[in-house]
């Protein structure tokens, strides 16, 4: 016979077990996500539902050979049943003037950009490869991703071969006053052969040794051109919770991402990073530059 002492105390481990249990999410309906992605979905054995996009509008070369969508062009989305509703992951396939209006359109659409990166080499046009995630509702998630390739094909309407440069004219080398960029940058710059150039960097540790800026850890920026029309470049690291901060701050300021991923393995924490462009007056540029910087947690200056 129990005692009451122990029959309090099973009551207490059931009530536990019930109360912690997370209740089962629906499993998602392909049905709503080809209605709101408007293309087919196919459910898998595991429950994850997939849709598919066939890079077939522009013919890709690598090392002189025409590469097929199966053999990595084809843009894919997930959706799987989470503990928030709805997860999606995904990759974009996007040419170079295709990047910042899919970038956009993730945004307008509350969805992560978690990489930008290449896949092939001696590839002609050049191809890159966005990834996307979120969680929410389904349907939500779906017309978010229609969004994002919505926007690619608007690109391409009418013009299958991707542009080879940015629009607008192009900086030519010119004086540059450094020492306003320093105020609006809040660091210091040095000036080589007409570039100036900021960098700020950042503590860290690879495999238990600490390491900073001079080894690679850090946010820069580099300007060329003029004052009137400059153009900027740099790389800012990022711990995971920075990454979608920066990412929007430089779209605002109208500032291309070019590139997000990691340059290191191992490392504490985790670092990524994003490589941008821009072009516009100098001022502008550094200003754009400063509200991304100062979304980015740094230490000492490493010039």
């Known amino acids: ?121 001696f590839d002609e046009p050049k191809v890159y490869f966005m990834h996307i995630a979120g969680e929410g509702g389904a349907r939500n998630l779906a017309e978010g991703v229609r969004g994002v390739w919505d926007a690619i094909r608007r690109v391409r309407d009418g013009n299958r071969r991707p542009a080879r440069r940015f629009p607008g004219p192009v900086p030519k080398l010119g004086p540059i006053d450094s020492e306003k960029l320093a105020r609006i940058l809040g660091h210091p710059v040095t000036v080589t052969n007409g570039v100036v150039k900021m960098s700020v960097g950042r503590e860290g540790k690879m495999h238990g040794t600490s390491v900073g800026g001079s080894m690679g850890l850090s946010s820069w920026a580099a300007f060329s051109g003029s004052d009137e029309l400059a153009a900027v470049d740099g790389d800012f690291i990022m711990t995971s919770d920075e990454v979608q901060p920066v990412l929007r701050a430089l779209r605002k300021e109208g500032i291309h991402v070019v590139a997000l991923h990691n340059h290191m393995i191992g490392e504490e924490p985790a670092f990524y990073f994003t490589h941008f462009w821009g072009i516009g007056p100098a001022v502008e540029l550094a200003g754009g530059v400063r509200k991304a910087l100062d979304l980015v947690t740094s230490g000492e200056g490493d010039p």
């Open 1 to 121: 016979m129990r005692t009451p002492c122990l029959l309090l105390f099973a009551l207490c481990m059931e009530l536990m077990a019930v109360g912690g249990a997370a209740p089962a999410s629906p499993p998602v309906d392909p049905n709503v996500i080809s209605d709101a992605a408007g293309t087919e979905a196919r459910s898998g054995p595991d429950g994850v539902v997939r849709i598919t996009w066939d890079r077939t509008d522009v013919e890709i070369e690598v090392s002189g050979m025409p590469v097929q969508p199966a053999a990595g062009l084809t843009s894919w989305a997930a959706f799987t049943s989470s503990g928030h509703g709805v997860m999606v992951m995904g990759d974009t396939v996007v040419f170079e003037d295709e990047v910042s209006p899919a970038i956009d359109a993730a945004f307008e659409a509350g969805l992560s950009v978690t990489a930008i990166h290449n896949h092939f080499l």
